[in-house]
């Protein structure tokens, strides 16, 4: 009875019955390094007699392509990796890599020292997926990483780059918004430091511009507890505001609570939109219109590009489109 009849055969297994090294075994099924004809093809035999399946991860390492995908974050403190959103990658990262064998990591990089990408560059790194992505961080990738990373976010040369359109996403709400009646349209942004948070203000103020409206900014980091704050301050300052738009679902959540601590109805009196289509969007009172935002999607490319040694494209945008509900 071969080892192969009661439990998996192993690489040791497959030397033994061949009558050859451990190595040069290795070195047989890895298809790297030499081995002598006569000796691939005992090797052979016993990969055939055996039904010896090579661990993928294993086999990635021999390589030198690696066996872990690292989600790398970009964020002030490591509490963005407590961010649902990151969450989200993160999960539909696992689900492309754990076919292949390769395991995945969640990696913290402070805002004000992103070089933490040189603690990364080793052996065992198959891919890095860059979120919250800056100019900054893209500069830092060492170039041995390169043709290994990509970006949630904004891009460069080097790293290309998955994202969503939000600036089309933004424009779909803040349409909807005015073809609704809504003529004081505040915004709510995200962080000023993140370029892909810069294309919603960028479209706000140009579809503003485009209808002789004018422009209420305020600044956001796409919590709940900025966007009630938020909500107290537009009414202080505009008075008349009519509708606020948020570029993220928690902020305009937030937005919400704010005006209902105001007393102010929404939608009746301000209407209130935000980014995201999280899944509690849609279970609020009143439920809130928003844009879809495919994550799962994003995520899922971004690590099969990766996979699959090809991340050549430089932009690629998944369309975001207009959900709307009672809240606006």
């Known amino acids: 009875m071969t080892a192969a ?25 890895a298809g790297t390094g030499f081995a002598s004809p006569a000796a691939r093809e005992l090797v052979t035999a016993a990969v ?11 086999r990635a390492l021999v390589r030198g392509g690696g066996v872990r995908m690292v989600v790398a974050v970009l964020g002030t403190s490591a509490a963005v990796l407590e961010d649902p959103y990151v969450h989200q990658v993160v999960g539909s990262v696992a689900r492309v890599c754990t076919p292949s064998g390769a395991g995945v990591a969640l990696h913290w990089l402070p805002l004000d020292d992103p070089r933490g990408l040189d603690q990364l560059d080793d052996r065992s790194v198959c891919g890095v997926i860059l979120v919250n992505t800056t100019e900054d961080l893209l500069e830092s990738v060492p170039r041995s990483l390169r043709g290994r990373v990509v970006s949630i976010g904004v891009g460069s040369a080097t790293v290309p780059s998955f994202d969503v359109d939000n600036g089309a996403g933004s424009e779909a709400v803040l349409r909807h918004l005015y073809a609704t009646g809504r003529r004081r349209i505040a915004m709510v942004t995200g962080p000023r430091w993140l370029p892909c948070a810069q294309r919603p203000v960028q479209t706000y103020r140009r579809l503003m511009s485009q209808a002789g409206l004018p422009e209420r900014v305020l600044p956001g980091d796409f919590t709940a507890a900025r966007g009630r704050a938020a909500a107290g301050v537009a009414l202080r300052q505009w008075p008349d505001l009519d509708a606020i738009y948020s570029i993220s679902d928690d902020t305009a959540l937030g937005v919400m609570a704010g005006l209902r601590d105001a007393g102010v109805q929404v939608p009746g009196d301000v209407a209130v939109a935000g980014f995201d289509d999280i899944p509690l969007a849609g279970l609020t009172t009143p439920a809130l219109t928003t844009a879809s935002h495919p994550v799962g999607r994003i995520a899922a490319a971004a690590a099969t590009a990766l996979l699959d040694g090809r991340p050549s494209a430089p932009v690629t945008l998944f369309p975001s489109a207009l959900v709307a509900r009672a809240s606006a």
């Open 5 to 29: 009849a009661h439990r998996p055969a192993t690489l040791e297994d497959v030397a033994r019955v061949a009558g050859v090294s451990r190595s040069t075994a290795s070195r047989v099924i």
């Open 48 to 58: 055939d007699q055996l039904g010896y399946v090579p661990n993928p991860a294993a």
